[in-house]
């Protein structure tokens, strides 16, 4: 298991974290998504620790807060130094029936906290993301409440979660501005059949310095090597009961079709490969993987063993590749040149006329 740094901060955090969405369960969605009670969430979460996962994602609406709830008791349980874990969790979603009990406020956020540090058992969280963009909050209000948090050691690190590379940018551009602590980390959804966040969001992180967790890694399920052409998955898989992120089937499929050789050629699953896939993009810190039974995640891990070769990087690449859309087509026109001058000046000794 390799551990990346966090953004630009000296925090290093596994290459996969495990997430606890699976954890408690409840009405609606959460129904779907998985229901572990204390000790099989414990089970899972000693494993995690145990194969060299020091990163655990939560979130506050996961189950009703049951989740963090279920996630603190098992760092309790199972006697985990603090410093040896990363604790990562969420605030944006409805937490109550009240207007202001959902969003990015100040208001929302210093509650939410406080909440979410009763339900985990500890004193500061290590990564505290905002869920979700709110469109009735400034984005300076926003900043200014975490940067507070920062301050005051209820919170280390924060970050975001499924925003536009714009606002990530803007936020940024304020924090640097005011001097208040920045965003470290982008979660973001991301699979090799779901490229999207390749066109704005990859190459502001990479210009920012601004780290990525990937979450739903598997495309809810679809990439998991029990789906395909005229193959419908089972009963009680995930996606079969809960649809979602949507995802273009036929580019899903296709990248399917190719997976299983290379699976096969490995040895391994093809949900490893899709999973290793991700391990070799350069701007991926860490995915985050759940599993509802110990198998899964032990298959899930095995992902960190799998080095894919160049051929079939490129196979995969080739498969899943982003159709052109402007204005990236024109930079690729307009900047070719200025690239071969700048791929020459790598290649040629330092003082080359």
């Known amino acids: 298991m390799h551990h990346r740094p966090l953004g630009r901060t000296g925090l290093f955090v596994s290459e996969l974290c495990l997430g606890t969405m699976t954890f408690g369960g409840g009405a609606g969605i959460w129904s779907q998504i998985g229901a572990l009670q204390q000790a099989d969430a ?54 109550g029936a009240g207007p202001n009990a959902r969003g990015a406020s100040r208001s929302h956020i210093l509650d939410g906290v406080e909440a979410s540090l009763r339900r985990l058992q500890l004193d500061h969280i290590d990564l505290y993301q905002i869920h979700g963009f709110d469109p009735a909050t400034p984005i300076e209000e926003t900043v200014r409440a975490l940067d507070q948090l920062v301050r005051s050691g209820h919170v280390r690190y924060v970050g975001v979660s499924n925003w536009a590379a714009w606002q990530i940018a803007k936020a940024l551009g304020i924090s640097e501005r005011l001097g208040l602590a920045r965003f470290e980390s982008l979660q973001a959804y991301y699979t090799v059949a779901g490229r999207d966040l390749e066109r704005e969001l990859i190459p502001m992180l990479r210009s920012e310095g601004v780290g990525l967790m990937v979450w739903s890694p598997l495309a809810g399920g679809l990439l998991s090597g029990k789906f395909g052409r005229g193959q419908a998955g089972d009963a009680g898989s995930r996606r079969t009961n809960f649809d979602f992120p949507p995802v273009d089937r036929d580019r899903a499929y296709d990248c399917i079709d190719a997976m299983r050789p290379i699976a096969q050629a490995h040895g391994v699953s093809v949900a490893q490969i899709a999973l290793a896939w991700l391990l070799h993009q350069p701007q991926v810190t860490s995915v985050i993987v759940g599993a509802k039974r110990p198998d899964q995640l032990a298959d899930n891990l095995g992902a960190t063993q799998i080095a894919l070769s160049a051929d079939e990087l490129a196979q995969l690449d080739a498969v899943s590749r982003l159709p052109a859309e402007y204005p990236g087509w024109m930079f690729e026109r307009q900047g070719e040149h200025r690239r071969k001058l700048l791929a020459e000046g790598r290649r040629s000794p330092a003082g080359d006329a």
């Open 42 to 95: 414990e089970r899972l979460i000693g494993q995690a620790l145990d194969a060299g996962i020091n990163f655990i994602d939560t979130a506050d609406v996961y189950s009703g807060g049951l989740s963090e709830q279920i996630t603190g008791q098992a760092l309790k349980n199972l006697k985990v130094a603090r410093e040896n874990v990363v604790v990562a969790t969420k605030v944006f979603g409805e937490t």
